[in-house]
């Protein structure tokens, strides 16, 4: 990320960000409450206008890349309502190597039903999204990500609303996807977890506070900097 700003209403969100994500580690970003963390990972998408910068995946576009990328939302945008099953939704993971307007076949169901056991779901997979705990619904998305194998996730506040087995068990995968040599993202809030589970820190107040390995880049200095 080069030089990226971003403005709601011409009111800057994000100004003047420089950023390198590391391949094969676990990133979470963290910062305050309007700190610009969820627009970050939108404007690298594109689900968001730039006023400027310049986003590359490796060295490329977004537009040439996003076979090799998987986004987890908040869980806040999802209308919990929708008619499908937690099956259902595992099984969008599949659409981009499926091709729209084509039938799910026994492969796609294959996966999304080993995606949900990867996340301890395999017994709520006929489930309607609505019946299922915060907690559920989060894995229901990390699954969905998984199913599309990619090298890099962008994951926005997976842990929120869940219990602390939950967030051990979301932790455990994102190990698996570490050693198998993904990168993973994470928006985070729990900066005591930040510290003990991930490799590599973003801090972001609008501006990039400081970025790098947690045992240099996270530091009371750096945390006040970030946080007032």
Request: hydrophobic share 45%.
């Amino acid at each position: 990320v080069h030089a990226m700003t971003v403005a709601y209403d011409r009111k800057p969100v994000l100004w003047d960000v420089d950023l390198d994500i590391p391949s094969g580690e676990l990133v979470c970003i963290v910062g305050p409450n309007g700190a610009g963390k969820s627009t970050l990972l939108k404007a690298c998408l594109g689900l968001v206008p730039c006023v400027s910068g310049d986003i590359r995946f490796w060295g490329g576009a977004i537009a040439s890349q996003r076979g090799r990328v998987a986004y987890e939302p908040q869980r806040e945008s999802v209308d919990w309502d929708f008619p499908v099953n937690a099956l259902d939704v595992v099984m969008m993971g599949t659409y981009r190597k499926l091709g729209w307007c084509r039938p799910i076949g026994a492969k796609q169901r294959k996966a999304g039903r080993e995606a949900l056991d990867r996340v301890g779901l395999q017994d709520v997979m006929d489930r309607q999204i609505s019946q299922l705990s915060g907690g559920q619904q989060q894995r229901v998305f990390l699954a969905r990500a998984l199913v599309q194998d990619p090298e890099l996730y962008l994951m926005d506040e997976p842990f929120a609303s869940v219990d602390a087995s939950t967030e051990e068990a979301i932790l455990e995968v994102l190990r698996d996807l570490r050693a198998s040599g993904r990168t993973v993202v994470c928006v985070h809030h729990d900066l005591q977890t930040a510290q003990e589970a991930f490799d590599w820190v973003v801090m972001l107040n609008m501006r990039v506070v400081a970025a790098g390995p947690i045992q240099e880049a996270f530091t009371i200095d750096n945390l006040r900097r970030t946080y007032g």
